[in-house]
C-alpha cells in the first residue's frame, strides 16, 4: 500500500493534536469494522473556528484525515466547516488507497459530530446532514450518552 507524502507528513506529524478543555463542540465518531475512533473539539467564536483539536485512536490513515482536516476548517466559519467532504479531505492529502477511504469519511462526520454538538450547546436546532446524533452504529459512546 503506498501512501502520498502528504498522507506521510501528517501521520508523522500531526497538526492540531490535543484536547480543548472548554471546547464549544465536541464529537466523537468511530468505525466498529476497523476500529478507528475520532474525537473533534472545536473553539468558535462570532461563528468563526479559532481552535480545533483532534484525538484519534486509529490507523496512520485515520490520522493523517484528522489531521488535515483541522487544517482545513481551522479559521473558517462553522457553515464553511460543513461544507467539508471526505472528498476534499482524500484530495488535500493526494489521495489515499481505497481500503483507507473510510478514515476521510470519518474525519467529515468527526467535523459535522463536533458542529452537531456545538449547535445543541448554545440552543440552535438545525439538522446537520450526515451528523451522528449518537443513535447509530458509528458511535463509540452512544451508551455513555445514554442512547
Do not use: W
Amino acid at each position: 500500500m503506498l501512501y502520498s507524502e502528504k498522507v506521510m507528513d501528517h501521520f508523522t506529524h500531526p497538526r492540531n493534536v490535543g484536547e480543548i478543555p472548554d471546547a464549544d463542540g465536541v464529537g466523537e465518531v468511530g468505525n466498529a469494522v476497523c476500529g478507528d475512533i475520532m474525537k473533534m473539539f472545536l473553539k468558535i467564536e462570532n461563528n468563526v473556528i479559532v481552535d480545533v483539536k483532534f484525538k484519534t485512536f486509529g490507523c496512520g490513515s485515520a490520522i493523517a484525515t484528522s489531521s488535515i482536516a483541522t487544517e482545513m476548517i481551522k479559521g473558517h466559519t462553522v457553515d464553511e466547516a460543513l461544507t467539508l467532504t471526505n472528498k476534499a479531505v482524500v484530495e488535500a492529502l493526494d489521495g489515499l488507497p481505497p481500503a483507507k477511504i473510510h478514515c476521510s469519511v470519518l474525519a467529515e462526520e468527526a467535523v459535522k459530530a463536533a458542529i452537531a454538538d456545538y449547535y445543541k450547546r448554545q440552543g440552535i436546532d438545525k439538522e446537520i446532514p450526515g451528523a451522528c446524533d449518537g443513535n447509530c452504529e458509528c458511535c463509540p459512546s452512544a451508551e455513555e450518552h445514554g442512547h
